[in-house]
């Protein structure tokens, strides 16, 4: 099996889970076998990836929450659950006592993007993880009035992506059962889950991205480049950057410098 063969990687995502082939298509995940989270886990963080992936399977089959995501999304969702904390092994220190992953999202969608690139996804399929990864943690801060993504920008930055970011931070947040953990913190993070989608339901839909123009506009392959861009320049503008200047620095990213 030859990394790189986009098959292989789902395949080995499909129930029961093929963990040895995964870890030689991803070996970013070894660093996280053994690696303790805190109290609010009952896993080590590579355990607790795996049983995302299965949690993200089983809101698939039960709709819980109700979100609207095909089939066709399905592979999808089982990729982004296992790379939403690839970051995890690289941001790991401690505060006070507990260990805390600082900035694991937001490396871990770059991180995400290399690893897509490497294995030949497309560029919608690469916008959706990175994308994901990028805003797993903020539905379960939404409520938060100090919140860097408050609901409206939340739904911007989620893009076409809102029912699947819904159920990877369902499923994340029921893959996490450490002795911390209480029933009211489970269905608050649900009643957070149905909150945004009926936020996201209710806002005007964006235009579907063109990746294609994009790659051409940036001088990049229509490939996991164009869909890592599309994502960031998405999350950029959510945050109040205009267009021209979220490719700016979006191409930035990509080692382009379009000020040239």
């Known amino acids: 099996m030859k990394t790189g063969e986009t098959g292989s990687i789902h395949a080995a995502l499909a129930p029961p889970l093929d963990v040895p082939t995964l870890l030689g298509e991803v070996p970013e995940l070894s660093l996280a076998e053994g690696q303790s989270q805190g109290p609010f886990h009952h896993l080590d963080t590579l355990g607790h990836t795996l049983e995302v992936v299965r949690r993200v399977e089983a809101e698939l089959e039960e709709r819980r929450l ?46 995400a993007h290399g690893i897509c690139r490497r294995l030949g996804l497309s560029a919608r399929l690469t916008d959706l993880v990175t994308t994901i990864t990028a805003l797993h943690l903020k539905i379960g801060f939404m409520g938060n009035e100090r919140s860097d993504y408050p609901p409206e920008r939340l ?23 450490g002795p911390r953990l209480k029933d009211e913190h489970i269905e608050r993070h649900r009643e957070l889950c149905v909150e945004f989608l009926r936020r996201y339901r209710g806002a005007e839909p964006g235009p579907e991205t063109d990746y294609a123009t994009l790659a051409k506009g940036l001088g990049l392959p229509s490939g996991a480049d164009a869909g890592y861009a599309a994502g960031r320049i998405r999350l950029l503008v959510s945050r109040g950057l205009g267009e021209d200047e979220a490719r700016v620095r979006a191409a930035a990213l990509l080692g382009l410098d379009l000020r040239r």
């Open 66 to 111: 109700g979100a609207r995501v095909g089939e066709e999304a399905r592979e999808g969702l089982r990729l982004v659950g296992l790379l939403h904390d690839v970051a995890k092994p690289v941001t790991r220190t401690e505060f006070e006592g507990r260990a805390i992953f600082v900035a694991h999202d937001t490396l871990g969608a770059r991180l």
């Open 155 to 177: 739904v911007r930055a989620a893009g076409p992506f809102g029912e699947e970011l819904a159920v990877l931070c369902w499923a994340d947040r029921l893959a996490a059962q």
